[in-house]
């Protein structure tokens, strides 16, 4: 039997947000009994994700999402604490990982964030193995000294101070089939294709004709999903082609850039007739104008 661990000496907030989660939302708010508060920042789901969250008696507020790190910057903003937990609906606090951070939030001295280690769970699986399974996510912190990123996709916690690294598991349900995966997949390789054009990355075409190959003997052989089991090989593949069409799509941005910036049309009527039209047939039209007025 477990020893009961003291209420936290410093009261914690924790936050998410959510978008269409009733099928991981119930598992995740249930390890956070613990915490003073938990505030949900929802999008307007169509699932019954606002109705579980009022039934385990958490603050609502319901909120259209532009990006994922403005969404959480809101989020925890809204919380009454300094100590935020972040956390995303398909996300679980193991007890043994709960037990440990309310013994450390105890005297947390100058320590200003706390970092868990995560393991992926794909199609029902823990994976034992890979770099989803090895790396450290920053998921409490103070928000005094720490701030949310503002990127569209792939934010993160900016810890200004000492982080500490705690033992307990955080298991990340990112994918529980591979419909779930591929209605993901559209959304982020597009956004992070959209990151790259912004910050003028470029990608040549040798690079990605060899990314497939190359990122699948990464994420198979030299990250060992290969010990993972057969959902290990499916995910090696999944993740390859992930960087393949995330590429693809960042020429796409490149390509639809250089239509706009070339035009040998001197009739400025025509120049402009072509640009509108350019716009409804390319979905990049208008990330390109943006970024070309300066308005990104």
């Known amino acids: 039997m477990k020893p009961n661990t003291p209420p936290p000496k410093y009261l914690v907030s924790a936050v998410m947000i959510t978008y269409?989660?009733?099928?991981?939302?119930?598992?995740?708010?249930?390890?956070?009994?613990?915490?003073?508060e938990i505030i949900v920042v929802d999008s307007f789901s169509t699932d019954g994700t606002e109705r579980i969250a009022r039934e385990m008696h958490?603050?609502?507020?319901q909120r259209v999402f532009e990006s994922y790190g403005e969404q959480k910057s809101f989020a925890i903003a809204q919380s009454k604490n300094d100590w935020v937990l972040c956390l995303d609906a398909d996300e679980y606090l193991t007890s043994e990982l709960v037990e440990e951070i309310k013994q450390v939030i105890q005297q947390p001295e100058n320590i200003q964030a706390f970092a868990f280690p995560s393991n992926l769970v794909f199609r029902k699986q823990r994976f034992r193995f890979g770099r989803e399974s090895k790396r450290l996510v920053?998921?409490?912190?103070?928000?005094?000294?720490?701030?949310?990123?503002?990127?569209?996709?792939?934010?993160?916690?900016?810890?200004?101070?000492?982080?500490?690294?705690?033992?307990?598991?955080?298991?990340?349900?990112?994918?529980?089939?591979?419909?779930?995966?591929?209605?993901?997949?559209?959304?982020?390789?597009?956004?992070?294709?959209?990151?790259?054009?912004l910050k003028g990355k470029r990608k040549s075409k040798p690079v990605i004709l060899?990314?497939?190959?190359?990122?699948?003997?990464?994420?198979?052989?030299?990250?060992?999903?290969?010990?993972?089991?057969?959902?290990?090989?499916?995910?090696?593949?999944?993740?390859?082609?992930?960087?393949?069409?995330?590429?693809?799509?960042?020429?796409?941005?490149?390509?639809?850039?250089?239509?706009?910036?070339?035009?040998?049309?001197?009739?400025?009527?025509?120049?402009?007739?072509?640009?509108?039209?350019?716009?409804?047939?390319t979905e990049y039209g208008s990330l390109v104008s943006h970024k070309k007025n300066g308005r990104l």
């Open 58 to 61: 958490c603050k609502l507020i």
């Open 210 to 281: 060899i990314s497939l190959p190359y990122y699948f003997l990464r994420y198979y052989l030299a990250d060992r999903n290969f010990l993972n089991g057969i959902n290990g090989f499916y995910w090696s593949a999944l993740m390859s082609f992930y960087h393949f069409v995330k590429y693809i799509k960042l020429e796409d941005l490149i390509q639809a850039d250089s239509f706009l910036s070339y035009s040998p049309l001197k009739s400025k009527k025509c120049q402009m007739d072509l640009h509108a039209s350019h716009l409804q047939v």
């Open 138 to 197: 920053v998921k409490l912190f103070n928000r005094n000294t720490c701030y949310m990123s503002n990127d569209r996709v792939h934010e993160k916690i900016i810890v200004k101070g000492r982080i500490k690294n705690l033992d307990g598991r955080l298991l990340h349900y990112s994918y529980r089939d591979i419909t779930q995966y591929f209605i993901k997949f559209g959304r982020y390789t597009e956004w992070c294709a959209e990151k790259y054009f």
């Open 20 to 36: 269409n989660e009733a099928l991981n939302i119930r598992r995740t708010i249930s390890q956070l009994s613990w915490c003073d």
